[in-house]
């Protein structure tokens, strides 16, 4: 399995929809939200400000796996979201993605889709690799969250700013020792 092209666009976006609507500097306006879907590929254009509140609410739901230290905590609360999230798994075929899988049903507003599909691939990424990448931002002071598809996996960071901060405040204080 490889979490990477579609697949990781659902993390990618599970990610930054908690960075939006619980990280202090987050903003989870609609049109920040509607920039959200269109960065991560999602059919933004289906975006409604009446949307707003259940995205929001999906953020708040999804922190605590970003926050889990425990493997079990975190299978454990997808597992309880998948039984409450309304899926109809199903192929699709449209661009810019071609052959790929759909998880909620094809009737499904945008929300409800967009669920369906971050829960997914999030629950593919930790089959995958197990909680090492995903997690809260190792810079002091950050509450952000991240999620590293890439092939390394070897990110702690939410962003190269704070990964940089970060790697310049422990040179300056092997400096200063």
């Not at 507003?109 to 995903?134: P, S, W």
């Amino acid at each position: 399995m490889r979490i990477t092209g579609y697949k990781s666009h659902g993390v990618a976006a599970a990610a930054a929809l908690v960075n939006a609507v619980t990280a202090a500097a987050g903003d989870d306006s609609p049109d920040a939200l509607r920039r959200l879907l269109r960065e991560n590929e999602f059919f933004w254009q289906e975006f409604e400000d009446a949307d707003a509140a259940d995205f929001r609410r999906w953020g708040r739901v999804l922190r605590p796996f970003f926050e889990a230290d425990r493997l079990e905590e975190a299978t454990a609360m997808l597992n309880r979201l998948m039984l409450e999230i309304p899926m109809h798994p199903h192929l699709a075929v449209h661009e810019p993605h071609g052959l790929h899988m759909h998880y909620a049903p094809p009737s499904s507003r945008l929300v409800e889709r967009f669920r369906a599909t971050t829960l997914m691939n999030l629950a593919e990424l930790i089959v995958e690799h197990g909680l090492g990448r995903t997690g809260v931002c190792a810079a002091d002071g950050c509450d952000r969250v991240y999620a590293d598809t890439s092939r390394a996996g070897r990110r702690r960071f939410c962003s190269e700013a704070c990964a940089n901060r970060t790697n310049v405040a422990a040179f300056r204080a092997r400096r200063r020792e």
